[in-house]
């Protein structure tokens, strides 16, 4: 898709995970809109991508609102594979129960 990370690792070293730029910028700035919208407009119904970005803000170790952002877009992605691949639509309940 859009996203692509990038991850170096050798032995028993492991560097930490960025953004890569590899992917469709098109898609990338597609799902961070959608991201962002989810955020805009939560107060309409509960979404667990908008549970998982507040989750992320929290202190002690709270992230910066980009940061934050990608990893939902790469939550968001997931579940939308998962969805596709089971053919079902999306539930709140369903999914906030196989978060924990």
């Known amino acids: 898709m859009g996203i692509d990370i990038r991850r170096h ?19 990338r700035r597609v799902f ?7 955020l805009k407009q939560q ?24 940061v934050a ?7 968001l992605i997931k579940c939308l594979y998962a969805m596709v691949i089971k053919g079902s639509i999306y539930d709140y309940h369903l999914a906030s129960v196989s978060q924990q």
């Open 32 to 38: 961070y809109f959608v991201v962002t919208n989810m």
């Open 9 to 27: 690792q050798s032995g028993t070293f492991m560097c930490t995970d960025r953004i890569n730029k590899r992917g469709n910028p098109n898609a």
């Open 69 to 75: 952002t990608i990893a939902c877009i790469n939550k």
């Open 43 to 66: 107060r309409w119904g509960p979404n667990h991508i908008v549970d998982y970005y507040y989750k992320l803000k929290e202190p002690p170790y709270s992230k910066k609102h980009n």
